[in-house]
């Protein structure tokens, strides 16, 4: 069955620190990979997305992703954190032609002041 | 442009009573999707329209039906409620099923 895994679901930071959430998929054909945010009481909104091209992706609010296409990753990096980070960041990765987004079960970010 | 909006942003219901959640969107996209949300399992399909005119199942359509009503509009229906379908419903929407999706703000339905 197709899958996208994020781990360490609870993480909690201090202001400054760094950043990195792991996701993993297991799809074997050509796919599209997004990163969302979801800020308390809000809406998701896309942070950033691949489709091709340079593996490094670069997002809204200082976030950045690499796709490893060998390990089937896409993990989510941002080096400096800030309390308006603090929110539930998932990542959806969708097999080309297929129409059906699979979403990780997500990673709740807390930074500390 | 108002994106993807949802209406009721709140409701409670008894078991067993039915009720409709409506979504639309001015984006002119082809395809919309409804989505719950539950704690610690991420958004799951419900069902979603590649385009207008059509309809699929999702991960977990079962206890909902769906209408593409037009191209904007796309409901989402609970015949009869049940305490597990406790949850926020999200709709979203995109030009074409392998690009970014649009969320609309949620509601959160409880059924006691």
């Known amino acids: 069955a197709q899958s996208v895994s994020q781990h360490n679901h609870h993480v909690i930071l201090s202001e400054a620190a760094s950043l990195e959430l792991g996701c993993n998929y297991s799809?074997?054909?050509?796919?599209?990979l997004f990163w969302y945010v979801q800020y308390p009481g809000q809406h998701l909104q896309l942070l950033l997305k691949?489709?091709?091209?340079?593996?490094l992706v670069k997002g809204i609010k200082g976030f950045e992703a690499e796709f490893i296409k060998s390990k089937f990753s896409f993990n989510l990096r941002k080096p400096s954190v800030q309390w308006s980070d603090t929110a539930e960041y998932f990542c959806?990765?969708?097999?080309?032609?297929?129409?059906?987004?699979?979403f990780g079960k997500g990673n709740q970010v807390v930074v500390i002041p | 442009n108002a994106g993807v909006t949802q209406t009721p942003k709140f409701q409670v219901l008894k078991t067993g009573q039915s009720m409709t959640l409506q979504c639309a969107q001015d984006?002119?996209?082809?395809?919309m999707y409804w989505y719950r949300q539950d704690p610690g399992m991420g958004l799951r399909l419900i069902y979603y329209?590649?385009?207008?005119?059509?309809?699929d199942k999702g991960e977990v359509p079962n206890g909902y039906n769906v209408s593409r009503l037009n191209k904007r509009e796309f409901s989402l229906r609970l015949e009869s409620a049940a305490p597990s379908q406790t949850s926020v419903y999200f709709c979203?929407?995109?030009?074409?099923?392998?690009?970014?999706?649009?969320f609309g703000p949620g509601t959160r339905l409880t059924v006691l």
């Open positions: 691949y489709f091709s091209g340079d593996p």
């Open positions: 979203a929407s995109s030009e074409r099923g392998y690009n970014e999706q649009f």
């Open positions: 329209s590649a385009s207008e005119g059509t309809t």
């Open positions: 959806a990765v969708i097999l080309y032609g297929n129409n059906r987004l699979a």
């Open positions: 799809y074997g054909g050509t796919v599209n």
């Open positions: 984006m002119n996209h082809n395809s």
